[in-house]
Each structure stands twice: as C-alpha cells, then as structure tokens.
C-alpha cells in the first residue's frame, strides 16, 4: 500500500476497501456504511486494531450491546455485504440472545464482562458455557446464547479485535426439547374436525382444517390471500418474515410452489374469504386457539393419546399430515414437494445431489392431485358437505 490507510471503492452503495491480513493475504472488507467520513473513520479503527493484533478498550460488553442495536449488529453489516439472509426475526433473536447473556453473566461472572476481549482465555469460555446451562438448563434458549458467545468471539477475529479466536472448537450445549412432537392419528383428527363445538371460533376451526389437511406452516398460513387462491390450486409464494406479522416475504428455503387442494380445504378457504380479505389475526392467538382445541378434544371418547392433543401446536399439524401421507404408499418426492422439505433430494437417493435434483425435477399442481386425493380419504372423506351445512 502506498498510504497509511487503504484507499476506499464502492460496491452499489457500500464503501469498501482492501487490506493485507495478519496472515499476509489481500482481503476485500466492507464498512457497512453509505457515508464516506463514516467509512473512513471506520477503515483508520480498523487498520490501527490490526496494527496492534487487538483493541485494549474494547470488553465483551461493548461487543455484545453491539448486537442489540440493528444498525450496529455486525451480522447485519456482513449481510449487507454479502447478500445473505439476516431479517427482522434473526435480528430479533440475536437482540434476545445477547440481552440473556449479559444477564446471565452479570449475575454469574461480572468481571468478565468488563474485561478485555484479547485477555479472556479459553478456559473461561467453556466456565460460561456451564453457568449457562445451570441459568437455562439444557434447552433451546442456552444453546442459542452460548452459541452468540461464540459468534461472538469469531466477529471479533474476523474483524480485527482479537489475534485468535479462543472459542475454536467449543462443542454446542446440547438441548433437550421441552415437548414432545406427536403425529396425530387421521381418525381423530376427523373426529375432531366434525365437531364444531370444540372450537372457540368458526375461524379457528377453519385454520384447522387448513393446516391438518394441506401441512402450510404457520407463517405461510397466516399471509395467505384470496389472490393466491386458483381454482382448485394454491400458489404458497409468500410468508410472513417477522414475528410481528408486518414483513411479508417467500417462504421458507425461499422455495414457491403450486399445490393441489383437497376438497376439504377448498371449502375452508372458500368459507373465510367470504368476509374477509386476509386472515388477520396474529401468530400468538392462532397457537392460543390451537392450546384450547386440544385441550377439549383430548376429552373426547375414542381418543388414544390424550397428551399429544393437549400438546396440540399449529406445527404439530403439519407433523401429523407429513405422518400420514409417508405411510400412505406415495412417492417421496410428491410428499417432499406438497410439504416442501429443503432436502427432497436425499430423502430419494442419498448419493445424489440435491441442487442437481431439483434443478431437473418440476412438479405441478396436477402432479399433486394423487396427494390432495389422499388427504381427502385420510381426514376429509364425506366430512367436506357436513362441514359445509354446519358451518
């Protein structure tokens, strides 16, 4: 380099700039930022930080109060750079996150906090790890936080802060899951579907069946449309990104597809997009009407795991119709597409790779008749047009 500090360049409208690593490779950076002065403020911090291998002011603290803020979170900023997928619910998640681990720190290991990030040796980090676990237990929430520790310490080697990462290869806590997922029997779920009176609403039982019977998850449920709506077909193009309910994107694995409605959930469609225009209620009231469902049908005559209905979850649907079309003798890949699973391919023929698979397979709406037809025997099968009068 002929100056001091790297000369900045703009990719779109990020400035961006090069510099030589402590390993002597040329390295393409992004400042995250539009503003020039900011940029340059930023590439003078960054190339002082690596001059010295690490920065002395600044604690795990600061880092971390980093991630609570979007417009300072560094997975953000790199998402920025590189394109990748880091939306409002990451965020969010990671804002959590870093807020638990303070708390949890401050009350277990205060010290630590304030200290140096180049000074806080291995050893420490795997101490957190278990005061973490006495705090959360051996849940998801723990293993979500000890892995933002984690992150953590890797930004910071990547950006300069710290010579080395000391978390290298520390193992994940290992969580084990709160609930139980169940696959509901077909049979009770007809049962319960023929009985109105288990529902607090004429909606939520409509949801219901929607859910039991075409596998949508909660997010594409909840931003369905009438527009999406194509005879006997349902176009699932979008979801809702953020918990609340405001961003509206693809759906998951970003994968759009065309599916063929059973009768039984033609007419549920049909019967709430008769008032309305979208379906308008949150993601915690459906998990609310869905808790009250299974209570009350756990109740009913015939039922032979009560436990797995009062565990009953909008997810727990999707399980069930994923159960029961598995062992219904359809092929794989029309089961993988109508519940639209990342890794159809595999699930085919291991050896094969899945991007090759899916580039070369194309599924339509008819393809999927044979699966709505299925649905229809399974849970819908003469309880279409009873619903329809009890409606």
């Known amino acids: 380099m002929t100056r001091l500090y790297p000369s900045l360049y703009k990719k779109g409208a990020i400035w961006m700039f090069r510099y030589t690593n402590l390993e002597g490779n040329r390295v393409k950076k992004s400042t995250g930022t539009e503003n020039k002065t ?33 417009d300072t979170n560094p997975r953000l900023r790199d998402a920025r750079m590189s394109g990748g997928q880091y939306g409002p619910r990451y965020i969010g998640k990671i804002t959590r996150d870093s807020k638990s681990l303070i708390a949890v720190m401050d009350k277990r290991k205060r010290k630590l906090l304030d200290t140096a990030m180049f000074e806080i040796p291995r050893v420490e980090l795997k101490f957190v790890g278990t005061i973490i676990v006495q705090e959360y237990g051996q849940t998801v929430k723990a293993r979500g936080v000890y892995k933002l520790l984690k992150l ?54 409509d949801l219901f ?14 931003a369905l449309s009438p527009s999406q709506i194509k005879g006997s077909a349902l176009v699932v193009d979008r979801a809702f990104k953020d918990d609340c309910m405001k961003v509206i994107g693809t759906p998951k694995w970003g994968k759009v597809r065309v599916l063929a409605l059973p009768t039984i959930a033609q007419e549920a469609l049909q019967r709430i997009f008769s008032t309305r225009v979208e379906i308008g209620i949150s993601s915690r009231l459906l998990a609310t009407w869905m808790t009250a469902v299974g209570q009350h049908a756990s109740e009913l005559k015939g039922v032979r795991i009560p436990e797995a209905w009062t565990a009953l979850t909008p997810h727990m649907l999707r ?51 044979r699966v709505a037809d299925m649905v229809d025997h399974l849970i819908g099968e003469e309880c279409g047009l009873k619903l329809s009068k009890t409606v």
């Not at 403020?41 to 930080?49: H, N, S």
């Not at 920065?55 to 991630?67: G, K």
């Not at 929607?210 to 998850?217: E, F, W």
């Open 152 to 205: 953590v310490f890797s930004q910071a080697a990547d950006d300069g802060i710290i010579n080395a990462n000391p978390a290298v290869g520390l193992p994940d806590i290992k969580a084990t899951p709160v609930k139980t997922l169940y696959a509901l029997p077909p049979g009770e779920i007809k049962n319960v579907i023929a009985n109105p009176a288990l529902f607090p609403s004429e909606l939520a039982r």
């Open 319 to 369: 399980h069930s119709i994923n159960s029961m079309l598995r062992v219904s003798g359809l092929p794989d890949v029309l089961v993988s597409e109508y519940m639209s699973w990342a890794h159809q391919s595999l699930m085919q023929d291991p050896t094969m790779d899945q991007s090759m698979q899916e580039r070369y397979t194309h599924l339509y709406a008819e393809n999927l008749q």
């Open 209 to 222: 069946i929607v859910m039991a019977s075409t596998g949508l998850r909660r997010s594409e449920l909840l």
């Open 38 to 70: 900011r940029a340059q403020q930023y590439v003078r911090e960054f190339v002082d930080k690596l001059g010295v291998g690490c920065d002395p002011n600044r604690t795990l603290r600061e880092i971390l109060m980093l991630y609570q803020n979007p």
